[in-house]
């Protein structure tokens, strides 16, 4: 998306497959994610978007500092509801905008949203 203007907020929900228990060794979860993009973005303005999110939802959540290698060491972690974790927060980390040749700091969350099925 470089060619087009900037601020750039970018929401995907899709299907994501991965190896799991099931019968075929291959299990589907439905998944959000959220990039933002724009010279000033930050782990704040991602975090609003969560935390909007979930007011809407009327769930309680929590962020857990974690070391994310793809995200700036201390501008990362884990998202938790009810003592699991669903997704991740983080600002992408400098080489990750070099090695993609990107123009501006990205902010992102991604969440499982398998645990709303109960």
Same mark, same amino acid.
């Given at each position: ?7 750039? !907020?970018?929401?995907?929900?899709? =299907?994501?497959? /991965?190896? %799991?228990?099931?019968? =075929? %060794?291959?299990?589907? !979860?439905?998944? #959000?994610?959220?990039? #933002? =993009? ?17 007011? +809407? ?5 929590? #962020? ?9 060491? /201390? !501008?990362? %972690?884990?998202?938790?509801?009810? %003592? ?17 040749? +990107?123009?501006?700091?990205?902010? +992102? ?6 645990? #709303?099925?109960?």
């Amino acid at each position: 998306n470089k060619h087009n203007d900037y601020p750039q !907020r970018i929401f995907e929900l899709n =299907t994501v497959f /991965g190896s %799991g228990n099931s019968e =075929t %060794g291959v299990v589907e !979860r439905d998944n #959000l994610c959220v990039v #933002l =993009t724009h010279p000033n973005v930050s782990f704040t303005e991602i975090k609003q978007i969560i935390d909007c999110l979930f007011k +809407l939802l009327n769930v309680s959540y929590s #962020l857990e500092e974690k070391e994310i290698p793809m995200c700036i060491s /201390g !501008r990362s %972690g884990e998202i938790i509801v009810n %003592g699991k974790k669903i997704g991740i927060i983080g600002e992408l980390h400098p080489q990750v905008l070099i090695n993609f040749n +990107l123009d501006y700091p990205v902010a +992102l969350m991604e969440i499982d949203l398998d645990w #709303l099925k109960g």
